[in-house]
């Protein structure tokens, strides 16, 4: 079975790091791009960036450039997303997510990590 | 960035209407034209892709249609499972945003 599990839930304080984690199993990782979508207390989907993990190729929604940094490693089929210094308005859930080539819908979703960024 | 409206935001229905979502790109995005669904507490699941282009598994009464910038999603007779909140994407250019929700609530 194909699919992405993703990293526990987790509480940070404002000013601290953090890198949560997705692994794909049951397909080859390395040849398929996994991205990732915010989603806010009560809001929408918010498409954030992908990541190829062949050759770490990595592009960014400008709202979410120089803000978190995606990578991948192969050695364990598993994507990360991280922050050097959340703020409290990084606090949502966060999806992992395998498109569909070439049309780039994603049929594949992790169970989604919950951040919460409090003081 | 591509903006997407979706029309309604929220809308209630009874068990076997039929349901139409609108979604309404600022640009041309051609046939990269997603929807999803999304139940509470749940991961987004992939119900149409590229514009009609059903996901495995999906059921029949969900189809889409639309060209351009101009698209439709349609519940052809609502089902109790069917009461979530829907989300159309578009996947011709980077970042590929969502529409705002639509959600579908039991009338």
């Known amino acids: 079975e194909v699919q992405l599990v993703q990293s526990g839930a987790e509480v940070k304080k404002p000013g601290e790091s953090l890198k949560i984690s997705c692994k794909g199993s049951g397909y080859n990782f390395i040849n398929y791009w996994v991205g990732w979508v915010r989603q806010m207390p009560g809001k929408g989907l918010e498409w954030m960036g992908i990541?190829?993990?062949?050759?770490?190729?990595?592009t960014y929604s400008p709202s979410f450039q120089g803000q978190v940094t995606i990578s991948a490693d192969n050695s364990i089929s598993t994507a990360y997303l991280q922050w050097s210094s959340l703020k409290a308005s990084d606090t949502a859930m966060y999806y992992c997510a395998r498109p569909i080539i070439p049309w780039d819908a994603f049929d594949i979703w992790g169970q989604g990590t919950m951040v919460t960024v409090s003081s | 960035d591509i903006q997407m409206t979706q029309s309604p935001s929220s809308l209630s229905a009874s068990v076997g209407d039929r349901v139409i979502i609108t979604c309404r790109a600022s640009?041309?995005?051609?046939?990269?034209l997603n929807w999803y669904q999304q139940k509470l507490g749940k991961a987004p699941k992939l119900l149409i892709y590229?514009?009609?282009s059903l996901q495995s598994g999906v059921p029949s009464r969900f189809s889409g249609s639309g060209s351009g910038t101009d698209f439709t999603l349609s519940i052809s007779s609502l089902q109790p499972e069917d009461f979530a909140t829907y989300y159309c994407q578009q996947s011709y250019s980077t970042p590929k945003t969502f529409g705002q929700g639509t959600k579908v609530e039991i009338k």
């Open positions: 640009q041309s995005i051609s046939s990269y």
């Open positions: 990541i190829y993990p062949a050759d770490s190729d990595t």
């Open positions: 590229a514009v009609s």
